[in-house]
C-alpha cells in the first residue's frame, strides 16, 4: 500500500480558537471574505473580510503557523530580499484569540536607505450565523453601519437587525497618523535603516452592551477563563511514550487538542467543546463522552462537563426546543439565528442519550475518583434525569425508551446516530418516528446499574436496589426484543411498529461497553463488528457496506467515527476479545499516521483499506480537532490494558494485552483517586506482558474484567 502522510482536514483553511471565539483564516493566515473565513465570536462572525495592501500591493505570507492552539503568525516579504543595493523589508502578522482578537502587524527593515510605506486596512463585517458561513448570510436580513471616532481611533460597525443587539468595535494604534477613507484605515509609516513599526488591532465584539475584550499581544496563554482551563490541563493531563511512533504521537496530539479545547464556561471551564472549525458551543453528550473517554489522562475535564450539564437541564415543557422537565441539554449556541428564534438551538434538548450518559458518567468518575463530596453535589441533578427518563423516556409502557421529535426544527433522530437519514430498515428506507434504538436501551441499562452505585454510596440502599433489580429486567427484555441470531447481531432499533430495524450497523459496539450483552454471544457480536463489511480497515463502519443505503463519505451511514472506536475498544476489552481490538486499535493509529499531526478528524470514510484506496478520505464537513476523537486515542489505550479503576478501594485493575505492533508503553501521572501513578507495561515472548509502577502507594491488580472470565468459561 501507498504510504500517505501529513493529510489535512479542510486543507484551505487554517483556525485558531479560545473558548466561544475562532478565527479562521486561509493557509496563508489571510481573511480574503471567502467561505467560512472570519473571525466568530459566541457563533457571530464580527470580522468577515481584512484586506491588507502595502503601496497599493497585497503582501502574500509566505510562511503561516497556528501558535499555542490559539494564536497565528506569518511573514510576507515587502521587497525583494536578494537584490542589492538592500530594499529588503517584511511584514509579520501576529493574531491572539480570546474573547476579541487582536492582530498586530510588524514592519521591519533590512534595506540600506529609508524606506516611506503607506499601510492600508480594509475590514468588513456580515454578522452571519456560524451556520451561514460558508454560503453568506441569507436568513437574516439587518444591515451593518460604520462610525469611525478619529478621537478614540476607533471603528464600531453595529449590525441593525430587530432583536438583535450586536455590534464590533475595532481600535487601532500607530506610531503615525491614521486615516478612515472610503472603508479602510491609512497608516504613512516611515522605516529607517533596520527600523520596526507596529500597527495594533483591537477586535472587540459587543452584544447586548457587553464588549468582549481582545487580549494582549503575547503568545502566552491569555490570563481568561479558557486560558486558565487550557494551562491547568496541559499540567494535568497524563503522558504516554512508547516504541512506537504513531501510538506516541496519536497520544501527544489527543493530549494537546483536549488541553486546547476548553470552553471556558465558568461553570465547567475545562469541558470541552465539540469541535472545530464549526462545534463551538455546548454539546452535553458530546462534551461528557470526551471527557470520559479521557478519564485515564485525567479527571478534571468530567468533573467539569458533569457541572455544566447539570446547569442545563430542562425545566418545562416547550415543544420548539423539545424540553421537558428534567430532559438534559443537547445543544447550545449563541448565533444570531438561534438569539432570533429562528432555529430552537439557543438551548435545544432533542436528544435521548444525554440522560442516562449523565448517570452512567456521574458512576464512572466516582470510581476513579472517590469523590464522594462531587456526587452528593450532583445527586439531585441524576435525581432529575431519573425522572425524566421514567416520565417522558418510554411513552407506551413497553419497557423501552424511544424517542420522538415534537420540534418543527429539531433533530428527528435523536439518539447517538443524529442525523435525518441515519436509521433505515433492511431495504434502505428511512424508519419513522417513534424510534427505540438499541444503544439508547443500553445506556439505560448502564446508567441504571451505575445510578444504583452511586445511590448506594451516597447512603440510598433501597433506592439502589431498586435500580439494580430494574437493570436487571431490563437486560433480558432487552435481549428478547433486539436479539437477531439469523444475522449474530442485534437489530439496530425498534420502530414505530414494535419490529426489529435488521440493518447491520455499529451500535453493537456500545452494548459491548455497557455490558448488557450475555457473555455467550459477546463473541459472536465481536466477529460480526470486525467482518468484512462492516471493518474498513481503519476502523468499524456506521452501516454496513452490503446495506442498500451504504454510502461511505455518508454522516451515520457507512462513515467510521473514532470516537465509537474508542467506546468499542472498551466493549471489547470487557469482554477478553483481544484479537478483535488488536485489529480495531491497530487500524485507528494507523489512521491517525495518515494525518497531519497524528490528528485523527471526525469523521473517517468508510472507504476499504485497500491498495486502490491509499487513504480514506474523511466526511465533507468534518472537525478537525475534535474532542470525542482525540479522546478515542485515549481510550483505546485504556482498552489495552483492560484498566478499571477503583478509587474507593485504592486499587486499579488491569489485564494488559499488548499486541505485536505496540510492544511497550509508558504512561506517566495517571490519577486516580487522588493519586499519581507511572504505568510501564512490556509485551513478553509469547505475548505475556508485564506492568511496573511507580509513584503513590495505590494498588494495582492483575485481574480480568468479569465478564471476560465468563466468555472464556463458555468458549473452552
Not at 503601496?55 to 521587497?79: C, I, K, N, W
Not at 480497515?537 to 451504504?550: D, E, M, N
Not at 485489529?583 to 491498495?611: I, N, T
Request: glycine content about 8%; proline content about 7%; overall charge positive.
Amino acid at each position: 500500500m501507498s504510504r500517505v502522510r501529513n493529510l489535512r482536514v479542510r486543507p484551505d483553511l487554517l483556525y485558531v480558537a479560545s473558548g466561544w471565539s475562532t478565527l479562521v483564516t486561509d493557509v496563508r493566515g489571510r481573511i480574503t471574505g471567502v467561505g467560512a473565513q472570519g473571525f466568530f465570536a459566541r457563533n457571530t462572525r464580527v470580522l468577515s473580510a481584512e484586506r491588507i495592501t502595502v503601496d497599493g500591493r497585497e503582501p502574500v505570507p509566505f510562511s503561516t503557523a497556528t501558535v499555542q492552539g490559539h494564536a497565528q503568525l506569518s511573514y510576507a516579504e515587502l521587497g525583494d530580499g536578494e537584490v542589492l543595493p538592500s530594499r529588503a523589508a517584511y511584514l509579520a502578522v501576529e493574531r491572539f484569540v480570546a474573547a476579541g482578537l487582536r492582530t498586530r502587524l510588524t514592519l521591519f527593515s533590512y534595506a540600506e536607505r529609508r524606506l516611506d510605506l503607506r499601510l492600508r486596512i480594509r475590514l468588513d463585517a456580515d454578522f452571519a450565523d456560524t451556520s451561514e458561513a460558508e454560503s453568506g448570510r441569507r436568513i437574516q436580513s439587518g444591515t451593518v453601519e460604520a462610525r469611525w471616532d478619529p478621537a478614540g481611533q476607533e471603528l464600531l460597525l453595529t449590525y441593525r437587525c430587530d432583536g438583535l443587539d450586536r455590534a464590533v468595535a475595532i481600535r487601532v494604534r500607530a506610531s503615525g497618523p491614521i486615516r478612515y477613507v472610503d472603508g479602510g484605515f491609512d497608516i504613512d509609516v516611515t522605516l529607517p535603516p533596520g527600523g520596526v513599526d507596529r500597527i495594533d488591532l483591537a477586535v472587540e465584539p459587543v452584544f447586548d452592551g457587553q464588549r468582549l475584550v481582545a487580549p494582549a499581544p503575547s503568545f502566552a496563554e491569555p490570563g481568561d477563563t479558557a486560558g486558565s482551563a487550557r494551562r491547568r490541563l496541559t499540567a494535568e493531563l497524563a503522558r504516554l511514550t512508547s516504541t512506537n511512533f504513531d501510538v506516541t504521537a496519536a497520544w501527544r496530539c489527543a493530549r494537546e487538542d483536549l488541553a486546547g479545547l476548553p470552553l471556558g464556561e465558568p461553570a465547567g471551564p475545562t469541558a470541552p467543546i465539540a469541535g472545530l472549525p464549526i462545534y463551538q458551543e455546548i454539546f452535553g453528550r458530546d462534551t461528557m463522552t470526551a471527557s470520559w473517554q479521557a478519564m485515564l489522562a485525567g479527571p478534571t475535564m468530567l468533573a467539569d462537563s458533569l457541572r455544566l450539564n447539570a446547569r442545563h437541564f430542562g425545566r418545562r415543557i416547550d415543544d420548539w426546543r423539545d424540553e421537558e422537565p428534567g430532559k438534559p441539554l443537547h445543544e447550545a449556541r449563541r448565533g444570531p439565528l438561534s438569539e432570533l428564534n429562528v432555529d430552537p438551538f439557543a438551548h435545544y434538548h432533542g436528544d435521548w442519550s444525554t440522560a442516562p450518559d449523565f448517570l452512567v458518567f456521574l458512576g464512572q468518575y466516582y470510581a476513579w475518583t472517590g469523590d464522594l463530596d462531587t456526587v452528593r453535589e450532583l445527586l439531585p441533578t441524576a435525581e432529575r434525569a431519573l425522572y425524566w427518563i421514567d416520565r417522558y423516556g418510554d411513552r407506551d409502557g413497553d419497557g423501552f425508551l424511544e424517542y420522538h421529535r415534537r420540534s418543527r426544527g429539531g433533530l428527528k433522530n435523536q439518539g447517538w446516530k443524529d442525523s435525518d437519514t441515519a436509521i433505515v430498515d433492511e431495504h434502505g428506507q428511512v424508519v419513522p418516528n417513534p424510534i427505540a434504538t438499541s444503544e439508547v436501551q443500553a445506556y439505560w441499562y448502564a446508567a441504571l446499574r451505575h445510578a444504583a452505585g452511586t445511590y448506594a454510596v451516597a447512603g440510598h440502599p433501597l433506592v439502589a436496589a431498586r435500580l439494580a433489580r430494574r437493570a436487571a429486567a431490563l437486560r433480558r427484555r432487552f435481549h428478547r426484543a433486539f436479539w437477531l441470531p439469523d444475522q449474530g447481531c442485534y437489530a439496530m432499533a425498534l420502530g414505530p411498529d414494535k419490529r426489529p430495524v435488521r440493518s447491520v450497523n455499529s451500535n453493537d459496539g456500545h452494548l459491548l461497553a455497557t455490558g448488557i450483552v450475555p457473555p455467550r454471544i459477546a463473541p459472536l457480536v465481536a466477529d460480526r463488528l470486525l467482518a468484512p463489511d462492516m471493518f474498513s480497515g481503519w476502523g468499524v463502519r456506521t452501516l454496513s457496506a452490503a446495506h442498500p443505503a451504504y454510502n461511505p463519505f455518508s454522516y451515520h451511514r457507512g462513515s467510521v467515527w473514532p470516537v465509537e472506536a474508542g467506546t468499542i475498544g472498551l466493549g471489547l476489552a470487557r469482554y477478553g476479545c483481544w484479537e478483535h481490538l488488536h485489529r480495531l486499535a491497530e487500524g485507528m493509529f494507523a489512521a491517525s499516521a495518515l494525518f497531519a499531526e497524528h490528528r485523527l478528524p471526525e469523521v473517517l470514510s468508510g472507504l476499504p483499506r485497500d491498495d486502490a484506496h491509499p487513504h480514506p478520505g474523511v466526511y465533507p464537513s468534518a472537525c478537525s480537532p475534535q474532542a470525542w476523537s482525540a479522546s478515542a486515542v485515549i481510550a483505546l489505550i485504556q482498552a489495552l490494558l483492560a484498566l478499571r479503576p477503583a478509587a474507593p478501594l485504592r486499587t486499579i485493575f488491569v489485564d494488559p494485552h499488548l499486541p505485536a505492533w505496540l510492544p511497550d508503553l509508558v504512561l506517566e501521572g495517571v490519577r486516580v483517586g487522588g493519586y499519581t501513578v507511572d504505568l510501564t507495561v512490556r509485551r513478553r515472548r509469547g505475548g505475556r506482558t508485564s506492568i511496573r509502577t511507580r509513584g503513590d502507594r495505590i494498588a494495582v491488580v492483575r485481574r480480568p474484567t468479569r465478564q471476560a472470565i465468563a466468555t472464556r468459561r463458555q468458549h473452552r
